[in-house]
Every structure is written in structure tokens, then in C-alpha cells.
């Protein structure tokens, strides 16, 4: 239990320090509309990420041979954390502030972070990846020692980000993301490298 749950502290630390299109999504919001429509952000970003991990256990749940492919499982799963750390600092984000001024209603800002966050296609492949890591370790408790402290540290971090972009401002934040994509992409690169020497070691 003690490495599923270090395991979903990663995790947890990995998807509340990611830098995609929802990161600048909720800074906008928070520029725009105060600390009110950060949350609303937060909850859209995790609450889809939680969708995604619900329909991926779901899904691995279904393949009953997956313990008798332990060692492909977590090396599959490792060289996708890896590309995923490799792209998200390589590839170029954006910010475009008008993404979340357009929106007048907190709850259309909430549908729409969470609908960015849900049609990622590299998110679904990094969600199937983890609950199949899950799965072929045992699954039972396991998911919630992973899933649980994940989306806790994920919510937090948001809100963390949130509340540093109404203090600190929206500058201040973007001149240091470049240190921020490197520190997510290294974590990840970590996690998909032990994952990698655990499946050869199965």
C-alpha cells in the first residue's frame, strides 16, 4: 500500500503542476473573473480527470488477461508517462486570455475547461496507461490509495496555482513557466523510467 500511495502523491504532484491548455485556461479565468471562477476552473480540471480515471478502470476492468502481460503493461505504461513528460515541455503552450473572458457564467467556464481537458486524446492514453499499471498490481485498496491522494494533491495544486496568479499576477507566473514545465516533465519522466526498470525486473 505504502507504493501505491507514494505512487498517487507522484501522480498527484504530476497533474496539478501540468502546464496544458487547462493551465492557462484557469489562470485567464482567474485574471478575469477573481478567485471564484479559479475554482470553478479547479473543479473542471479534476472532475473530468476523474471521469477519464473512472471510464479507464472501467475499461482495463473488462481485459481479464492483463496479470499474464505484467511486464508489457508497466513498460507500455512507462514509455507513455515518458513521451507525455518529452512532449509537454517540448511542444509550445499558449495563452490567449479571451478563452475564459468570453464566458459570462461560472458554470459555462466549468463546462468548458472540462470539455478542453476530456477530448485531449493524450489524456485518455495517460489514464488508460495508469489504471492498467493499477490493475496488474492488484487493484482492490490499490485504486484508492492511488486515485484518492492523486485528485486530493490535484485539486490542491490548482487552487495553489489559482491563488499565487491573484497574488503574485499572471506575469509573474508565465515568465517562470518554462521552470515549471521542466520540473512536471522531469517527474514524469521519472515515474515512466521506474515503471520502464519495473517491467523488466517482473
Not at 128 to 134: D, E, T
Not at 162 to 170: D, T
Not at 191 to 196: C, K, R
Amino acid at each position: 500500500m505504502l507504493e501505491g500511495l507514494l505512487y498517487g502523491i507522484s501522480l498527484g504532484l504530476v497533474l496539478g503542476l501540468a502546464t496544458g491548455p487547462t493551465f492557462f485556461i484557469l489562470i485567464s479565468a482567474t485574471v478575469s473573473g477573481g478567485k471564484s471562477r479559479g475554482i470553478y476552473s479547479a473543479a473542471g480540471i479534476v472532475d473530468s480527470d476523474l471521469i477519464m480515471a473512472i471510464l479507464s478502470m472501467v475499461g482495463v476492468g473488462f481485459v481479464n488477461t492483463l496479470y499474464e502481460y505484467k511486464p508489457i503493461v508497466s513498460l507500455v505504461a512507462g514509455v507513455v508517462l515518458i513521451l507525455a513528460g518529452v512532449l509537454s515541455y517540448a511542444l509550445k503552450s499558449g495563452f490567449s486570455e479571451g478563452k475564459a473572458q468570453g464566458l459570462k457564467t461560472d458554470l459555462g467556464l466549468y463546462i468548458q475547461i472540462f470539455w478542453v481537458n476530456i477530448i485531449n486524446p493524450f489524456n485518455w492514453l495517460f489514464w488508460i496507461a495508469v489504471c492498467g499499471w493499477i490493475k496488474m498490481n492488484g487493484g482492490g485498496m490499490l485504486w484508492w490509495w492511488v486515485l484518492v491522494p492523486a485528485f486530493l494533491i490535484e485539486f490542491i495544486l490548482n487552487v495553489l496555482k489559482m491563488f499565487l496568479v491573484a497574488r503574485l499576477g499572471r506575469t509573474y507566473l508565465l515568465d517562470r513557466i518554462k521552470w515549471l514545465k521542466l520540473l512536471v516533465s522531469l517527474s514524469m519522466i521519472t515515474l515512466g523510467a521506474y515503471l520502464v526498470v519495473n517491467g523488466f525486473n517482473i
